[in-house]
């Protein structure tokens, strides 16, 4: 198990765009929307297309690119990570908690308190039953594990260094 980022957050808030951006800057890449939390706080995610919107492919440098299909558009369009040129990891210890956020101060990062993360984690939650008290403990064990930041979308490089910066300290 590696250490992980685990990029959280609604609809259209920038997960895509900093997960594939620090993969390209040598992160390995877990899945894109939706992970499995072990009771240990492991994760694993699945190989499933990415949904990729042409805002976050003209970020990325894929608008127009062989392989990316056409996502030119505002709606999210499936693209297989391996054409887009990433490394895979199967599971990972997460270790960063990143929550994106398009306001402020571009590509600011800020500490986020343990219980706040606790409440953005189980918001973003997808689940169609509520969250039973074991499930909350699987996500109150990461976040334990784990430093949570908000980071104001900015320059992908900075992103990366930044991440790298709080793993190496660990």
Not at 59 to 87: I, N, T
């Amino acid at each position: 198990e590696g250490a992980g980022v685990l990029v959280v957050g609604p609809s259209g808030s920038g997960k895509t765009t900093a997960s594939i951006g620090a993969a390209l800057r040598g992160f390995r890449f877990l899945t894109d929307d939706i992970v499995a939390v072990g009771r240990s706080g492991a994760v694993r995610g699945s190989r499933k297309p990415i949904g990729l919107r042409g805002a976050a492919a003209a970020v990325l440098g894929f608008a127009g690119r062989d392989g990316a299909g056409d996502v030119s558009s505002a709606s999210s369009r499936p693209v297989a990570a391996s054409s887009l040129g990433v490394q895979f990891a199967d599971v990972a210890r997460v270790r960063v908690v990143l929550f994106p956020d398009q306001y402020g101060t571009p590509g600011g990062m800020r500490a986020v308190s343990r219980a706040v993360a606790l409440q953005r984690l189980t918001a973003n939650c997808f689940d169609p039953v509520p969250l039973s008290p074991p499930d909350v403990d699987a996500l109150a064990t990461l976040v334990r594990s784990a430093t949570a930041f908000e980071w104001t979308h900015g320059p992908l490089g900075d992103l990366a260094n930044s991440l790298r910066d709080i793993l190496d300290k660990d």
